[in-house]
């Protein structure tokens, strides 16, 4: 059996290409061949596709090769495959050296998608060496092995990385790009409306955004070497992505070219629906049956319906010029004939290492996408430059009108404020002075008043006159100068009749809340009740205290004259002190009886 080993080693080499010195390309095997319990063995050739050979079936394969090494050398070897899987033990001269996955667990993990690299140590290899892989392929999974490479880790790894930066880092890289642009897309729905539809989203975003999120599911199934969902579940949804992926590219070109808005939309929607959901129905099928033609019809199918759109979708591009348009055509195109050769090469010829074109030529529909956001923002930070440019002219046009209708509104108010001044002059005069003239005529009128009658009318009309200037100087809150000037007035009066003035007034704050009106009534409320003690009480002591009550002020005028009846319907110059005091919003409490006469208003 050594023997016989050698002498195919020996001759192994005649059909064993050289990558370069050093290196081994092993492209044929020894195989036993197990499906459906019927076990056959053969030589074979690599690569060796399980799906080309057995139709879909799943099943379990071990290939023996012999291979020699002239001089072992110290450093480690390894060996480099394309395609492995999709589970796979390793072994070298009866030792285990690599497991991809559980071949005894079916449609679990799938390590036939990307490279696979396995490290030998120089310690395990001899003269003649028989490496045994044992492969587990599910049906319809593209299972198999590829030709093999063998060498030293520095010649053979870097065999590897290439391949592995092209087949799976390059795929991750678009499927990061796809997520971002997909997630971006996504924003721009919820946030940007339709500029033409109004308040509408803009639908160009949304199926962009599906699209992408579709293709990065697709692409990146190749790092995905343990799937969520067993197989062929798991399939049907790659299968579905994929779908997913050119029906919302499909409905992203129509909104861009401005077709959504025709008639025939409802029909491309719902082929596009029936698109999608014969994806499931043939894939599943295909998986089912152990058929993978059906797949590959439909794909076929797929690609002649994307000819004649693409086709369509360029001769369109090329009669209406537009930037958007014309890029997203040419993006088409080049995806649709990436899809087409993908087809051919892989579906068609049975291809097991080729990698997909598509995936790489997808970004075009992404970098497309940018442009057009660019471009669109563009456009609306254009328009809104000039809405702002406009807003700011038509701002200070505005501005410029109410400063002068502020100006006429304030002169109006000027002149309002005077009108007003004028007429409270004009009625405190007539109610006050005016009274208390018409008084004097009376009185010299009727010949029974005495000329002391008249002279005191007289006097309290010139003190109603002052008073009424002087309320045109009150500051607003300020009591204690209100109390001062009623003195400043009105002492020589009291001293005249012969009334005792005593001023108990402590230190008073201003009170906010007292305006120029509040001071001006309270100004003759206070007036009101000292002329009082002049013209009826008969007292030979006036006593005027105020203090500070909290954050008021409490204000008392007593005087210790003949007093009256409180309770009696008040006269009229009481009842206007009462009328005064309601509509500052003071109290106003009057006791009375022989002896003591007390008038006090709380201003709180």
Same mark, same amino acid.
């Given at each position: ?16 290409? @050289? ?67 999709? $589970? ?5 001269? =009866? ?5 991809? =996955? ?36 599910? =049906? ?34 678009? @499927? ?9 897309? @996504?924003? #721009? ?20 955004? #599906? ?84 797949? $590959?019809?439909? #794909?076929? @199918? ?102 002068? $209708? ?123 009740? #000292? ?74």
């Amino acid at each position: 059996m050594r023997c016989s080993l050698r002498c195919w080693a020996l001759s192994c080499l005649l059909w064993c290409g @050289m990558a370069q010195a050093g290196l081994l390309e092993l492209h044929e095997a020894s195989a036993v061949v197990t499906v459906q319990d019927v076990t056959t063995a053969d030589r074979v050739a690599l690569p060796y596709h399980w799906d080309r050979h057995h139709r879909g079936q799943a099943g379990d394969i071990t290939f023996e090769i012999p291979f020699p090494v002239a001089a072992v050398k110290e450093e480690p070897y390894g060996v480099y495959f394309q395609r492995i899987g999709n $589970t796979a033990e390793v072994w070298l001269n =009866g030792a285990l050296v690599a497991r991809f =996955g559980d071949p005894r667990q079916p449609n679990t993990g799938d390590y036939a998608k990307g490279p696979q690299y396995v490290s030998i140590p120089a310690r395990l290899l001899r003269q003649d060496n028989l490496l045994r892989i044992h492969v587990h392929a599910d =049906g319809g999974r593209r299972g198999g092995l590829s030709a093999l490479v063998i060498g030293t880790e520095s010649e053979v790894r870097p065999l590897y990385v290439s391949s592995f930066n092209w087949r799976v880092s390059a795929s991750m890289g678009v @499927m990061i790009f796809s997520l971002l642009v997909g997630g971006i897309a @996504m924003a #721009l729905w919820v946030s940007q409306p339709d500029p033409v539809q109004g308040n509408r989203r803009d639908r160009v975003y949304l199926f962009a955004g #599906l699209a992408e999120i579709f293709w990065a599911l697709r692409v990146g199934d190749v790092a995905i070497e343990q799937p969520l969902l067993a197989w062929p579940v798991w399939g049907v949804v790659v299968t579905a992505a994929f779908a997913g992926w050119f029906c919302c590219i499909a409905l992203f070109c129509h909104h861009v070219a401005g077709w959504h808005k025709h008639a025939s939309m409802p029909w491309v929607r719902g082929g596009l629906s029936l698109l999608f959901a014969s994806a499931i129905v043939v894939s599943t099928l295909s998986f089912a049956l152990r058929e993978p033609v059906y797949l $590959t019809a439909w #794909l076929g @199918m797929v690609n002649v319906l994307f000819i004649v759109y693409a086709a369509v979708y360029l001769w369109g591009a090329i009669r209406h010029p537009g930037t958007e348009w014309l890029m997203v055509a040419i993006a088409g195109t080049l995806n649709v004939l990436m899809g087409v050769r993908d087809w051919v090469a892989i579906r068609v010829s049975g291809s097991y290492i080729d990698n997909t074109w598509i995936r790489y030529s997808s970004v075009l529909f992404g970098l497309v996408l940018g442009y057009i956001v660019i471009r669109r923002f563009r456009a609306v930070s254009v328009q809104a430059t000039d809405l702002m440019t406009n807003l700011s002219s038509r701002i200070a046009q505005k501005e410029q009108e109410l400063g002068q $209708t502020y100006q006429k509104v304030e002169q109006l108010a000027r002149e309002q404020e005077r009108v007003s001044e004028r007429t409270r002059i004009l009625r405190d005069m007539h109610d006050g002075v005016g009274a208390h003239l018409s008084a004097a005529i009376r009185q010299l009128q009727s010949g029974k008043a005495s000329s002391e009658d008249v002279l005191q009318t007289l006097r309290y009309t010139l003190d109603q006159l002052k008073l009424s200037i002087d309320a045109m100087h009150l500051l607003p809150g300020d009591i204690s100068s209100l109390l001062a000037n009623l003195r400043y007035r009105l002492e020589p009066r009291f001293a005249a009749s012969d009334i005792e003035l005593q001023w108990v007034v402590g230190s008073l704050e201003p009170v906010a809340r007292m305006d120029a009106n509040a001071m001006r009534q309270l100004q003759f409320m206070v007036f009101e009740a #000292l002329s009082n003690v002049l013209q009826h009480s008969h007292a030979t002591t006036l006593a005027i205290e105020a203090e500070m009550a909290g954050s008021g002020v409490c204000l008392r005028v007593v005087d210790n004259g003949r007093g009256f009846d409180a309770a009696a319907p008040p006269r009229k110059g009481l009842l206007a002190m009462r009328e005064r005091a309601t509509a500052i919003g003071v109290s106003i409490a009057i006791e009375s009886r022989p002896g003591r006469t007390a008038v006090e208003i709380r201003i709180t």
